[in-house]
Structure formats: C-alpha cells, structure tokens
C-alpha cells in the first residue's frame, strides 16, 4: 500500500507516458501545470461542493428518517432493509438505471410531469446548469442509507432511563429529539461526516457512468480527471502529480478533520451528557 | 382476530407489561403522518430498482409510448437474451471469481495480521495498529495511477490476480479494524487452558481461536465479497481483454453498446443486480453489524 503512494510521487516529477525509461525530469512542472488547469481547479471545487452538499443534505435527511425507525412502527425492520439496499447495489448498476431514468422521455420526466411541473423537464445530466446537481440526488439516493443505518445504531446507544425522565418531565417528543437525542448522536454524526467526506474526495464510479464529468466538464471530480489524464491520455507523470495533490487534499483534510471534529469525543468525552442534565 | 390475542388463556401468567423489546414505546408508534413519510421513502427508494426489473420485461416500444406503465404485454425475450448469452455468464463467473480469491487472501491475512496485534504484547504494537488505522485513508482511488502500472509491470494485466491482491491489500485496513477488538475480546482464559493442556501459540491459534473468530470472519468476508464484487475502477483499468471482465464492466459496457436498447439494458442490469440483492439480504445482519461496529471502533 505505500510502494504505489511513494511510486506515484517518484511518476509526478517526470513528463512520462507509462512506457519508455523515465528520464525526462521536470521538476514540479506537472504540479504548476494542474493547479493552472482550470479543469483541475474545478474539479476541486466540485468535490468540495459535493463534500459540503452531501453532509448539508444526508444529514438531516438521514436523521429524520433514523428517529422515524426509530419509533415503534409496523414494518421497521423490513424500512431498514428497504433504505439500506441502494448502498449494496454497485455504483455502475445503478449508474446504468439512473441513466435510463433521467433520460428525455423516461421515468423522471413522467412523474415530473405527472404531478403538474411538467415545465421543469429539462436535459437533467446533459445541461451544464443542473448536472451537478442532478448527480447529489443520485449519490444521495445511494448513500443516504449508510446514514441512517449509523445515526439507528447510535439511537440504540442512548440509554433508555434517559427518555423515561424526560417524558416524566413532561417532555414532548420533539423535545426529546431536539434536546437529547440529537446531542447524545454527536460522535455518531461526527463520525459519519468523517467516512462522508473521504467518500466524497474518492467519488469516481457513479459520476463516471452519470456523466463521464460532462458536460462542459461540470461534473468532474478531482478522480475523473485523474484518470482522464492518466489511462486516457497516457500522460503517467502528470496524473500521478494529480494523484498526490489529491492525497494531499485527503490527508490535510482527515488531519483538520481529526484536530477540530473528532477530537472532542475523545477529549472530552463526558460532555454530551451534560445535555441531558 | 381481536378477542383471543387480548384475554390472556386462563391459568398462564398475565405479562405485567407485553410491549416489545420495552424500548421507545414511551413516544408510541407513529401517526399517519410517520406513516405517509416512511411510505415516501420506500417509494423513492425502491422505484429504481423496480423500474428497472419492470422494465426489463417491456418492450422498448412500450417504454417510448410510456415510461410509468408496467409491462403489457409482459416480454421475456430481454431476459431469455441476457440469459442465453455467453457473455453475461463470462462477466459473472468472472466476478465470482475475483471476488472468492480477494476474500479468501483479506481473511487470511486479516486474521493473521489482527491477531498478534489484539494478544500479544510487544514493543510498537499500538505503532503498528495505527498505520492500520491510517490505511483507512487512503482508498485505492488515490493509488490507483501507480497500482495500474505496477501491475501491468508484474505482468498481471488481465488476470484474476491483478485486481484481487490490490483490492485485498486496500481492503486489510478495515478487516485489522474490525478484528483486532474482535479477537482481543476473547477471554484470556481460553488462552491459558489451552496452553495448561499443552497447546502451542500455534496451536491455540489454529485449533481454538481460528473457530471462534469465525463469526468475525464471516463479517469482514462479506463486507470484502460486497467491496470486490462492485468494484469498478481498478477492473476498468487493468482488466482490458473483454475475456477477463467483470459483471460492472460488462453492465458499463453493454450498456454503452446497446444504448438504444433501453429494454435490453434494463434486463441485464437487473440480472447483474440480483447476485448483489439476494447476498445483502442473507447476509443483511452482518453487513450492517460490520459497518456499525467499524464506526464505533
């Protein structure tokens, strides 16, 4: 595992094409010619929308339908199974499906257009302006089920005398969410945005089958560009200067992520029990 | 319906409190509202998948006249053609195959490289357990540019061996994760009478330890077999000889070549789709135990 991350740094300083004897040292070149890409620049940018969007949107999503199963309700296991399929099924497979669906004509212009937006139809993977946005529906469709399935474990770890002194209180439902549950998940959620955010610098599978980073190159991430550049073009070198930014990325990123999120469970473990009070 | 479940039978003990599990009954049930909400969300889940199984029993007439209908008539030739050709059977036994041989070496490995970590003592072991925990990191995308061409250099182009030892080495991290508590909560006991009855390190290993991990093993296997069987981007790279593919690079590719064969797509991603479905709802429990349990550490 670390003879290819050392290898691709040794790729990164020369202009190679994957063949002949690497002899054709240029320095930090490759790295100045990535971050001039406006390509590349924007490949970043998309993954830090999806990272900031996928947390902004799976969050609550997941919460909200974590607290529902977590009430007793008819059918809960078999809600479960049903909310966490998506994340079994390969990306490619339901690349290819979602694909279909978004396709002019096809399922998502009929129910649009069912319920009475039938002006809304639009080239959803094809038009600059919304592909993005049509991807984090799809990647939340697919993930959003990992989220729950964490956050319904965390619910389990809250003790249950918790909830029988809070109702005694006189404690409403939402209260009780709002004011125990919810911080009592911190770690949980932290967590979670953790395992979010790694996923999200890695994306490669499901963008790459959605819209090959198209159009216009609105959808690339900093993964397709990486193999755009690499098996695609033959530019060895360049792609493995592009493989360690994005490493670099990751690292700084888990680091931040680990001094300033993370680190209060460990440190100050006793806290959230404060909230309950 | 109603009255024998409510009157307990005469002579048998009346349960003080017949609620299930006694956990949240406080906040009840849900109201129509929670049930409108949970049924929204199965519907948007689900509609995919079903559009997909639906529509592969269509024709693509039928799916040009009207996306949302179901079948009418139903058409299996879709099916009968995916089913019939070789290729499809190539790409899974393919898959099949990829995936056995990861799992077989990340439990092998696993199991070996967890298990002096969680019981023996010895000096950086907590060093050693952390460059596991760091592996986590660092998914294969970041390599992946590297670990192409090291396999192409080793010769491992187009073969089973090329994808299953990288995906089973980027996927150690996680297996040491979920292990090393695993097998470090074994009580020592077991240890120490094995050893009273004359059994090697080894011995205990192998004869005692190694059975009563399986539980663990089966749940890393999984989450491992689950990994290896989507994977995509490392087969897409080194797996260029159609002969050696795997069933997401034949879904990828057929669906590509056949675009406008919505029918015929549908079908064969649903075909590819069930391997997947009916291993994650065997195997649901363990999956979602592995995945919580690598979360809480």
């Given at each position: 595992m670390v003879v290819p991350v050392v290898q691709a740094v040794r790729y990164s300083v020369f202009?190679?094409?994957?063949?002949?004897?690497?002899?054709?040292?240029?320095?930090?070149?490759?790295?100045?010619?990535?971050?001039?890409?406006?390509?590349?620049?924007?490949?970043?940018?998309?993954?830090?929308?999806?990272?900031?969007?996928?947390?902004?949107?799976?969050?609550?999503?997941?919460?909200?339908?974590?607290?529902?199963?977590?009430?007793?309700?008819?059918?809960?296991?078999?809600?479960?199974?049903?909310?966490?399929?998506?994340?079994?099924?390969?990306?490619?497979?339901?690349?290819?499906?979602?694909?279909?669906?978004?396709?002019?004509?096809?399922?998502?212009?009929?129910?649009?257009?069912?319920?009475?937006?039938?002006?809304?139809?639009?080239?959803?993977?094809?038009?600059?302006?919304?592909?993005?946005?049509?991807?984090?529906?799809?990647?939340t469709w697919k993930y959003l089920g990992l989220a729950v399935l964490l956050f319904l474990a965390g619910l389990q770890g809250v003790p249950e005398d918790v909830y029988e002194a809070a109702q005694l209180d006189g404690a409403s439902w939402w209260q009780v969410q709002r004011r125990i549950t919810i911080p009592l998940l911190g770690p949980t959620i932290r967590t979670w945005g953790f395992?979010?955010?790694?996923?999200?610098?890695?994306?490669?599978?499901?963008?790459?089958?959605?819209?090959?980073?198209?159009?216009?190159?609105?959808?690339?991430?900093?993964?397709?560009?990486?193999?755009?550049?690499?098996?695609?073009?033959?530019?060895?070198?360049?792609?493995?200067?592009?493989?360690?930014?994005?490493?670099?990325?990751?690292?700084?990123?888990?680091?931040?992520?680990?001094?300033?999120?993370?680190?209060?469970?460990?440190?100050?473990?006793?806290?959230?029990?404060?909230?309950?009070? | 319906m109603s009255a024998p479940t409510t009157t307990p039978a005469p002579g048998r003990p009346v349960p003080l409190q017949p609620e299930r599990r006694g956990r949240r009954t406080a906040f009840g049930g849900g109201g129509p509202l929670v049930y409108a909400i949970a049924a929204v969300v199965v519907v948007v889940t689900v509609a995919p998948v079903a559009y997909a199984f639906l529509g592969g029993f269509r024709s693509n007439a039928q799916l040009a006249a009207n996306p949302t209908g179901l079948p009418d008539p139903w058409?299996?030739?879709?099916?009968?053609?995916?089913?019939?050709?070789?290729?499809?059977?190539?790409?899974?036994?393919?898959?099949?195959?990829?995936?056995?041989?990861?799992?077989?070496?990340?439990?092998?490995?696993?199991?070996?490289?967890?298990?002096?970590?969680?019981?023996?003592?010895?000096?950086?072991?907590?060093?050693?357990?952390?460059?596991?925990?760091?592996?986590?990191?660092?998914?294969?995308?970041?390599?992946?540019?590297?670990?192409?061409?090291?396999?192409r250099d080793v010769g491992l182009t187009n073969s089973v061996w090329g994808v299953a030892l990288p995906q089973a080495a980027f996927a150690l991290p996680l297996t040491v994760v979920i292990l090393r508590p695993f097998l470090a909560a074994l009580p020592k006991e077991l240890e120490e009478a094995a050893m009273i009855d004359g059994a090697s390190r080894f011995g205990f290993f192998w004869r005692v330890l190694l059975p009563l991990s399986g539980p663990g093993l089966v749940t890393v296997g999984v989450l491992a077999f689950v990994a290896s069987w989507n994977a995509y981007l490392l087969p897409l790279l080194v797996l260029s000889d159609p002969a050696s593919q795997t069933l997401p690079l034949g879904v990828a590719s057929f669906s590509s070549q056949y675009a406008q064969d919505t029918a015929g797509v549908l079908a064969f991603t649903s075909l590819a789709m069930i391997p997947a479905l009916i291993f994650f709802l065997a195997m649901q429990r363990r999956i979602v135990n592995g995945l919580q349990g690598a979360v809480k550490g």
């Open positions: 202009d190679w094409n994957g063949l002949g004897p690497l002899d054709d040292f240029v320095g930090l070149a490759n790295y100045a010619r990535a971050l001039q890409d406006t390509v590349f620049t924007s490949a970043v940018l998309n993954n830090f929308l999806i990272i900031g969007l996928s947390i902004a949107i799976q969050l609550p999503l997941g919460l909200g339908i974590a607290l529902l199963l977590n009430r007793e309700i008819r059918g809960r296991g078999f809600l479960r199974v049903v909310i966490f399929m998506p994340y079994v099924l390969a990306e490619v497979v339901a690349g290819v499906v979602w694909v279909l669906l978004l396709q002019p004509n096809g399922l998502v212009d009929a129910v649009v257009e069912g319920v009475g937006l039938g002006g809304l139809t639009q080239l959803w993977l094809g038009d600059p302006e919304v592909a993005l946005g049509t991807v984090m529906v799809v990647l395992l979010s955010m790694i996923g999200s610098l890695q994306l490669f599978d499901m963008v790459w089958i959605l819209t090959g980073g198209g159009p216009a190159n609105s959808t690339v991430t900093m993964a397709i560009y990486l193999i755009n550049q690499g098996t695609e073009r033959g530019q060895y070198g360049y792609a493995s200067a592009v493989a360690v930014i994005l490493f670099v990325i990751s690292l700084v990123l888990a680091v931040l992520y680990q001094q300033f999120i993370l680190r209060r469970d460990t440190d100050s473990a006793p806290t959230p029990r404060k909230a309950v009070r | 058409v299996v030739d879709n099916y009968v053609d995916v089913l019939t050709s070789p290729s499809f059977w190539r790409y899974t036994l393919n898959s099949t195959l990829v995936a056995l041989v990861t799992t077989v070496i990340v439990c092998v490995l696993g199991v070996m490289a967890a298990y002096p970590l969680a019981r023996y003592q010895f000096k950086g072991r907590e060093a050693l357990a952390l460059v596991f925990t760091l592996g986590l990191l660092f998914p294969l995308t970041v390599a992946i540019i590297p670990l192409f061409l090291l396999v």
